[in-house]
């Protein structure tokens, strides 16, 4: 597939390292184990995309089903990616969440992480281990269930929390009792809340949540917004945090000595409704800025946001290059990439 080859990818990398890059059209087989075999000291070789073969990932889509691919097919393809090489280096964080076979299957008795992955344990650590306190949590999302676990797993760890995004509303509806309008109610998620609050106050958890949103009809229609508190009008659709949340969000993150931020305020995609998301940032990067704060930014919506707010994103500690990697470390699990480490104990 012309779309997906990583040809491109090498040309660029000639340019950037002013040498001579050899790209292979395939990653495995005699003849790519000959060429990596034969290669001179100092070659830089690139192979072609893994995941043009079904045993990189496990499985391949077929007329629209997950077919999964057979284990010895599998055991070839990881034996023949071990022949290539003596070091096997992980820089993938993005992918380290999944049990792919180059992410688990070279066998070689030296496997490391290269910088970017460390870099991301090193800032996680800081999150979930050793955070300078005090720690704020600031979490956005549709829905609660999609996040249960990682709500659950911070109440743990964080001093603060505060809930943003559609998520928003569940919680507003089910603890205030507030009408929400047609805003968007996370009906199994909302069995969850008075668990999540019950553990907060239990752990001496504050969990802020907005008392005011950007509401309209539709996020078209901009002659429809009003901010509202208390009950939104069952026309309209809540689409972002109003300004007495932000100041409340805002004074949150200046008591903060470490913030870790997942999930956008409201429909940042929409000039009217990033008003939130954008004073949010804003507080963070001021406090980032004068070195008072360790600021972690973990999810792709998240960090396409504070990405798009320019060369002022250089100044947040640490954003996060895995969406679906960076939560699974925040939810606690163990990433199989990192346990596949020879020096993962250390």
Known sequence: NSKYTLRPVANELEKLLGREVLFLSDCVGPHIEQATAEAKNGSVILLEN??????????RKIDGKKEKEDKETIARFRKSLTSHGDIYINDAFGTSHR????VVGVDLPTRAAGQL????????????EKPDKPLLIILGGAKVSDKIQLISNLLDKCDEMIIGGAMAFTFKKVVTGHDIGSSLFDEEGSKLVPD????????GVKIHLPVDFKCAETPEDL???QEYEGDIPMHLKGFDIGQKSLGAFGEAVQRAGTVFWNGPMGMFEVPEFRTGSEGVFKEILARSKCGNLV????????????????????CISHISTGGGASLELMEGKVLPGVQHLSDASK
């Open 117 to 128: 992955l460390s870099k991301e344990l090193d800032y996680f650590s800081k999150v979930l």
């Open 50 to 59: 893994l995941r043009f073969h079904a045993a990189e990932e496990g499985s």
């Open 223 to 225: 002659s429809s917004v």
């Open 99 to 102: 049990a792919h076979s180059s």
């Open 295 to 314: 600021s972690v930014v973990g999810g792709g919506d998240t960090g396409a946001f504070v990405s798009s707010m320019g060369s002022e994103a250089d």
């Open 196 to 203: 999540i609050m019950k553990k907060a106050q239990e752990k």
